[in-house]
Nanobody, 118 residues
Framework: QVQVVESGGGSVQAGGSLRLSCAAS????????MRWYRQAPGKEREVVAG???????KYADSVKDRFSISRDNAANTVYLQMNSLKPEDPALYYC????????????WGQGTPVTVAS
């Protein structure tokens, strides 16, 4: 059974940093496209960052140069380093594991909350 579990959320002052973790079981993260999404109250879920099986990364314009996604294959975990947090960054942050080919998967975690005090 595929499971992804997020952790590391919390409350920080504007300009501060947090590192989110996404620990996976039932899959090998290096074989999947791993993405971080976020959803703020009253807003649609949006993709924040992604990393492919080959290690290519991509970011939403709103977080480029502030957030960094990485993968630890030995720990089977994906991280999201968030620096220079802004008042518009608070949301529930979700991890997603996606693979189109067999064994296909589109698995979500339960989310970890991030709040930023201005």
């Amino acid at each position: 059974q595929v499971q992804v579990v997020e952790s590391g959320g919390g409350s920080v002052q504007a300009g501060g940093s947090l590192r989110l973790s996404c620990a996976a079981s039932g899959i090998t993260v290096r074989n999947y496209v791993m993405r971080w999404y976020r959803q703020a109250p009253g807003k649609e879920r949006e993709v924040v960052a992604g990393i492919t099986s080959s290690g290519l990364t991509k970011y939403a314009d709103s977080v480029k140069d502030r957030f960094s996604i990485s993968r630890d294959n030995a720990a089977n975990t994906v991280y999201l380093q968030m620096n220079s947090l802004k008042p518009e960054d608070p949301a529930l942050y979700y991890c997603n594991a996606y693979r189109a080919t067999w064994p296909s998967s589109n698995s979500w975690g339960q989310g970890t909350p991030v709040t930023v005090a201005s």
